[in-house]
């Protein structure tokens, strides 16, 4: 498995902006995706990024969030630009053995503990 451990969360106002990183520990060769957890909802797939390269993004947040990664330094980053109130929540790290994007939890095999993201009003 991969150790995952995130930052960069806060509060921000919305319209704003945050880039949240993801550090990797362990094994090397896995896809990596970022999800979101709101309370009472269920945790969605937000971005993804596989070990060559391809990238895909959930359909709320195209075209504002861009993922990318630093194999080198085994990190993912999550750039969030235009945030809205919907994008509060909780998000989580995580990797795809199998070094694809991990779009639904069945496919993840490893998760980091959680950034919060508030973006207020």
């Known amino acids: 498995q991969v150790q995952l451990v995130e930052s960069g969360g806060g509060l921000v106002q919305a319209g704003g902006s945050l880039r949240l990183s993801c550090a990797a520990s362990?094994?090397?060769?896995?896809?990596m995706g970022w999800f979101r957890q709101a309370p009472g909802k269920e945790r969605e797939f937000v971005a993804g990024?596989?070990?060559?390269?391809?990238?895909y993004y959930g359909d709320s947040v195209k075209g504002r969030f861009t993922i990318s990664r630093d194999n080198a330094k085994k990190t993912v980053f999550l750039q969030m630009n235009s945030l809205k109130v919907g994008d509060t929540a909780v998000y989580y790290c995580?990797?795809?053995?199998?070094?694809?994007?991990?779009?639904?939890?069945?496919?993840?095999?490893?998760w980091g503990r959680g950034t919060q993201v508030t973006v207020s009003s």
């Open positions: 362990g094994r090397t060769f896995y896809g």
């Open positions: 990024i596989s070990w060559g390269g391809s990238i």
């Open positions: 995580a990797t795809d053995p199998r070094g694809y994007i991990p779009t639904i939890r069945s496919q993840v095999d490893s």
